[in-house]
């Protein structure tokens, strides 16, 4: 149903490659990270630019709160850890960087049950629903390379701090290489008449799946990739209210505070309609990431199932 091009990449590594297209362009960009250069990718710009990148060991807060000193003074800090351990800092990140309205790019990799043996402890689950409370901070979470790409050189133009949710599994990639990344913007791929299947992040190539194999048992489906969590594009969802009557979110986060919250909260002040979230219901655990995606429903047959016997309700 959609096409793909090209070698399936992880956007943490995109986002790696592009801090170092960029830096020419920013050269006030500084780049951060706490002990996780090589899992986070920043590797590649400390290798490349070793004076413009700190490392500041295990200690994710101060590595918030220098960043926000550092936005004061002109720089246009990126910093990186695996998001539970950067939104752990949450309050940090409240005061110093949302508060302040400072100039800091957060950049969360390792999110969702998707980095499988990584262990329960290291998944952000939650990050989506406390970012989403600070009134000041869009949360991009890109879909595939390209997308990554882009929504990193927009996060660096921005004046403003930006949430980067990415992820650590590698992620096909669907965009030409025409593609533009629209700040705020749902990405439909498919229209659809029946239902409307809004991913976001490591289940877009599950949705996917299902959406080929629901064609396939004469559901008409549409299909869109929500790069963008906030600000959330109201328009866009009040759109496929009133043409579907019929949205499913997917996402691997917690099915509270997340996606399926914004889009519900974006129905009940516009369009209202039917709706069914699918995510995650309980906290972390360790295994494989195919067993984890099997055992929570994220596969492509286990979502067609879902959202066709939802349909049928």
């Known amino acids: 149903m959609i096409a793909t091009t090209g070698k399936a990449i992880a956007t943490r590594g995109s986002f790696g ?17 706490a002990d996780l250069g090589k899992s986070t990718k920043t590797v590649k710009f400390m290798n490349a630019h070793p004076e413009r990148h700190i490392q500041v060991g295990i200690q994710e807060g101060n590595m ?6 550092l936005a004061t003074m002109g720089k246009i800090p990126f910093i ?14 409240r005061l110093s960087v949302g508060y302040a309205d400072a100039n ?7 999110v969702g049950i998707g980095i499988g043996a990584d262990g329960y402890s290291q998944m952000a689950l939650e990050d989506i629903g ?107 969802i009040a759109d496929v209210s009133r043409r579907i009557g019929r ?4 996402e691997d986060h917690s099915v509270c505070g997340g996606l399926g919250g914004a889009v519900a909260e974006s129905l009940a002040e516009h369009e209202p ?8 219901h309980t906290y972390g655990e360790s295994g494989e990431p195919e067993d984890l995606y099997e055992k929570h429903g994220f596969t492509g047959p286990a979502i067609a199932e879902k959202v066709r016997t939802w349909l049928k309700g």
Request: charged residues 20%; proline residues 5%.
């Open 64 to 69: 918030v709160t220098m960043a926000a000193g």
């Open 273 to 280: 309609c039917r709706m069914l979230r699918i995510g995650v």
């Open 130 to 236: 406390m970012m989403r409370t600070l009134p000041n901070v869009p949360i991009i979470q890109p879909g595939d390379h390209r997308e990554a790409k882009q929504a990193v050189a927009w996060a660096a133009a921005h004046k403003g701090p930006v949430y980067l949710r990415l992820t650590r599994q590698d992620m096909p990639q669907f965009h030409g290489d025409d593609y533009q990344f629209q700040m705020g913007k749902a990405d439909c791929l498919k229209k659809g008449a029946d239902v409307a299947l809004l991913a976001t992040g490591g289940l877009l190539e599950p949705t996917m799946a299902a959406a080929v194999l629901l064609a396939e048992q004469g559901i008409d489906v549409e299909l869109t990739n929500i790069h963008t969590i906030k600000p959330m594009d109201d328009a866009y």
């Open 247 to 250: 949205i499913v979110t997917l």
């Open 17 to 33: 490659e592009a801090l170092c297209e960029i830096a020419n362009d920013f050269p006030n960009l500084v780049v951060m990270d």
């Open 80 to 93: 990186a850890s695996f998001g539970c351990f950067l939104i752990g800092r949450f309050e940090q990140i």
């Open 104 to 110: 800091v790019k957060l950049v969360g990799t390792h």
